[in-house]
């Protein structure tokens, strides 16, 4: 299968501080990979670096087979921010269509990819709507919506689940199952347990390192407990007990 | 395409808020229709004097329209009788001395009073020499017919004495009629602020408006959101330089229009002029807008940055002529972008300037703007690197 995100040994930072190191992470095509990890673990940053928006400190990544920072790149990910950035004055199809015209989607298309990605999330009722109007979880789905509507190889969630009922998440899941089985690639980061065990491919990140790597089924047999949650909890404990010694 | 769907974006949230909009359009023509008013009635002033033991031939010689009057007759000192009456100022005659006292609160009423002291003493002086010229030809009269009787007498015929002449000498009156180069016998300090204000009220607006907009879009986090597609960073600040420049030029127009039609100002030079001037310092103030909308936190921090950015250029935009500054003031006068564009404005509105005349300003006024652009797409690069 084709790899669709290669890291190799990136390290990540500003001036002296160090955001994140030794990342190594490979996604091939048409699979789910789950960033884990606590709020300012470095989930964010590693995702700005992959789509390119920061350049690597050291190490490289590669995305679609084109060394990052890329401009044009940027066509081909659709990319969900970790808060809602939408124009609030704006209806939700006037920031659907805006952000299609960004992206380099063609006019003629915009109308029909539009409807699909609004029909995902259940948006399609509500798009002459102002954004302003739009409750926490309707502002959600818009933003994965403008993800989705470029109908690019890569997809990148941030927090794609937050403040999004149980009923909507299962159906956006199963939505990302079926994009994945059509051979997209999928990059999530969550610091919701749920959301790790529908990954096909699982990153733990903690204090800027990569604590644990692998599909859940592997991570559960290798930690010997029952769920993914302890999993991250006895890596970290292993982590703490490592930077002890050091 | 990308700058196309900038522009509209821009645009279309400009249109859906109302309230901006009136503070536009309407905000500029309300303050123009208060100062036009304000400098209307400053042609009126009257200063009211007292006088005390006064000569009435001094006293025919003051009044003026401007000046009013009052005799006093009270042994008060004047600076309680000014301020007992709220008079302008007091003016006392002791023998041959006369001692002023201005309140000088209004230094308008101040000036009146002493222009019209000295209006008087030269009316005075020259009525004095009037009449010491008329008593002179009357005796040069005398003695001629003296001097006539004389030379009959003797049998010599006479020159005659040229009389009339000093006489008309004394009584000469000069009319004055004034031409003006520019504008009329009505033109008032608005004709002047009018340019100036053109010029300012479009850079306010327009470093505000976007400044705040460029700011809201880093605050909600739309610009890193729009900076992770592939759009260039010129993309964006050229959509927003259309986008805003064209509201830019409505606001011009609506103020071109409103002057010309509900104060009857002509403007001499050319409307097209007008347009590219405001448009280049519609530019200029966008490009400062969203450079200094990187240092703010907030809308609130933005609006603490006009009296350090705006407030400045108004002293140094023509209100106060620039050529009387010392040295040092007119120095910083030639770094302040409005001194370019509201100079280049007055040029065009009140001297009907051409575009030979004026095009050095425009072109600094362009550099200016060139250098604000590329700091904005270097401050860009803090959000995506490439």
Known sequence: ?246 | MRTRGMIKRVMTEMLRDKRTLALMFVAPLLILTLIYFLFQSSGSTTATLAVKNVDSTLQTALKNDNLKLKATTSDDSAKRIIRQHDYAGMLVQKGDKLTLTLANDDQTKATIIKSSLQAAQIKLKTKAAGAALQAQAKAIKQLSTALAAATKAAGITPATPQAGTAQAAGSTTYQTKTHYLYGDKDSTFFDTLLPILMSFIVFFFVFLISGIALLRERTTGTLYRLLATPVRRGEIITGYLTGYGLFAVIQTLLIVVFTMYAFKIQILGSIWLVILINLLLAMLALTMGLFISTFAGSEFQMVQFIPVVVIPQIFFSGIIPVVTMPGWLQAIAHIMPLYYGAGAMSQVVEKGAGLSAIWPDLLVMLAFAAVFLLLNVQTMKKYRQV
């Open chain 1, 1 to 246: 299968m084709a790899t669709t995100i290669q890291v190799t040994d990136l390290n990540q930072g500003y001036g002296k501080t160090t955001v994140l190191s030794d990342i190594n992470l490979t996604v091939t095509a048409g699979e789910i990979l789950a960033l884990i990890g606590p709020s300012g673990a470095g989930k964010t940053t590693l995702v700005s670096t992959i789509m390119g928006m920061l350049r690597p400190k050291s190490g490289t990544v590669r995305v679609l087979d084109t060394a990052v920072p890329n401009r044009a790149l940027l066509a081909k990910i659709g990319y969900m921010a970790q808060t809602d950035a939408l124009y609030t004055t704006l209806t939700a199809r006037e920031n659907l269509h805006f952000f299609g015209t960004m992206m380099g989607v063609p006019r003629a298309q915009q109308d029909q990819q539009m409807a699909h990605a609004a029909a995902v999330v259940n948006l399609d009722h509500d798009l002459d709507k102002a954004v302003a109007d739009y409750s926490g979880g309707m502002k959600r789905r818009l933003s994965l919506a403008i993800a989705l509507l470029a109908d690019p190889p890569l997809l990148i969630l941030d927090e794609p689940t937050v403040g999004i009922d149980p009923e909507l998440r299962q159906q956006i899941w199963q939505e990302l199952h079926r994009l994945a089985d059509a051979g997209k690639t999928i990059l999530l980061t969550t610091h919701v347990m749920e959301d790790a065990e529908e990954a096909d491919e699982l990153m733990m990140i903690r204090g800027g390192v990569a604590i644990a790597q692998g599909t859940p089924a592997k991570l559960l047999a290798e930690y010997q407990v029952p769920t993914i949650e302890d999993v991250f909890l006895k890596a970290g404990r292993v982590q703490d007990a490592h930077t002890r010694n050091d």
